[in-house]
Each structure stands twice: as C-alpha cells, then as structure tokens.
T-cell receptor, first 116, second 112 residues
Framework: DADVTQTPRNRITKTGKRIMLECSQT?????MYWYRQDPGLGLRLIYY???????NKGEISDGYSVSRQAQAKFSLSLESAIPNQTALYFC???????????????FGPGTRLTVL | AQSVTQLGSHVSVSEGALVLLRCNYS??????LFWYVQYPNQGLQLLLK??????LVKGINGFEAEFKKSETSFHLTKPSAHMSDAAEYFC??????????FGTGTSLTVIP
C-alpha cells in the first residue's frame, strides 16, 4: 500500500468551481507539503505544514488554501479555479523529528488537474 | 536563500553511455542536496541524498553524485545508461526550515 495517497488522481473542472485535493499519509510524519509542477518550471511550493496548528505559505500560495485536518491529512483547495491553475499537484511528507538525516521528502503519486 | 540550477532541460544519451546530469546550487548555509527521479505518470522518488560526511554519494539504480563545495555542484552520474533510466530528474536543495527548492528538471532520453 502507498504511504502517501492523493485523491482524486485526475480531475477536470470548469473556471470558477471550487475544488479540493486531498492527501493522506500513513508514514506518521510531522510535516506535509503541497507542490505544483508545470513543464519547464519544476516543482513550486504552495503551502506547507509543520503540524496541525502550524501552516505556512509557500512560493505561490495566491488562489489556494489548505487545511490540516489531522497529522495524517492535508487538503488543498482552489476556491475559484482558473485555467492557469491547470497543473500536476503533488503532496509530500517529511519526518524532521529524527534530525537532518531524515530530511528527505516522500511524494504522493500526484493529481492532474485541468481547469477549462 | 537557496536555489538550484539544472543545466540542460533535455539530455540524450545512447544506451550504455555515461549519464551526466548537472546541478549547481546556491545556499547561504551548508546545504542538504537531493536527486529525485520521476517516471511517467508517477510521483517523485528519491535517488540519493547528501547531508553530511562522504561527498561521493551512491544511490539506487547505479546512480551516484559528488558534492563539490568549491564548485557549488552536485552532478548526477551513471556509468552506463539503460533504457529504463529514461525519466525526468530533479535536483533539490534544503537548508534551514526543511523547505526544499527544486530545479526545473532534466528530461533524460536513452537512445537504443
């Protein structure tokens, strides 16, 4: 079973619709992240959460919001989707409690979102 | 602040040839450096990482990378390319706060 899961895997929606992407993890990690991937731009950080009560904006947070419902769940919302939010979205987790050696991030399989 | 530059958005090599993917970083503090691979329609998978200690790091699938502080580089190499190595490769740097900064990626094509 996958340690980091994302739902849905694919979504097509229309401009102006509200969309929620969900991420769940069974790794017990404290930190969770949302990225978007665009061709030629790599991965850019949208939001990240150190724990349930600590949420931080990333590089490109405008137009997005997040909720950390539990340590294992981190959802990303697009309140009013627009076409330039069409992208591949990734959730990631990391465990920082053990020190630097554990700093790698573990990624989910991604959600492909198309906004028409 | 940290940043990563990957030289060459597309690299093509013949099967059996050396693979060299370039990564240069900028960091105001000692960095942690990572290479990830993304196969089509999949998420990112860690290939290898440098945190502290030995500067030559070996990863999965025969890949390795060398941290060169004087050159601010962390280039990824593999002696002999396989068809299964065709994928997108991302270099990333992390420092204080555990934020990752990714490069724009290099798409590797392996020619039979």
């Amino acid at each position: 079973d996958a340690d980091v899961t994302q739902t849905p895997r694919n979504r097509i929606t229309k401009t102006g619709k509200r969309i929620m992407l969900e991420c769940s993890q069974t790794k017990g990690h404290d930190r969770m992240y949302w990225y978007r991937q665009d061709p030629g731009l790599g991965l850019r950080l949208i939001y990240y959460s150190f724990d349930v009560k600590d949420i931080n904006k990333g590089e490109i947070s405008d137009g997005y919001s997040v909720s950390r419902q539990a340590q294992a769940k981190f959802s990303l919302s697009l309140e009013s989707a627009i076409p330039n939010q069409t992208a591949l979205y990734f959730c990631a987790t990391s465990d920082t409690r053990g020190g630097p050696v554990y700093r790698e991030q573990f990624f989910g399989p991604g959600t492909r979102l198309t906004v028409l | 602040a940290q940043s990563v530059t990957q030289l060459g958005s597309h690299v093509s090599v013949s099967e059996g040839a050396l693979v060299l993917l370039r990564c240069n970083y900028s960091s105001s503090v000692p960095p942690y450096l990572f290479w990830y691979v993304q196969y089509p329609n999949q998420g990112l998978q860690l290939l290898l990482k440098y945190t502290t200690g030995a500067t030559l790091v070996k990863g999965i699938n025969g890949f390795e990378a060398e941290f060169k502080k004087s050159e601010t580089s962390f280039h990824l190499t593999k002696p002999s390319a396989h068809m299964s190595d065709a994928a997108e490769y991302f270099c990333a740097v992390s420092a204080a706060g555990n934020q990752f900064y990714f490069g724009t990626g290099t798409s590797l094509t392996v020619i039979p």
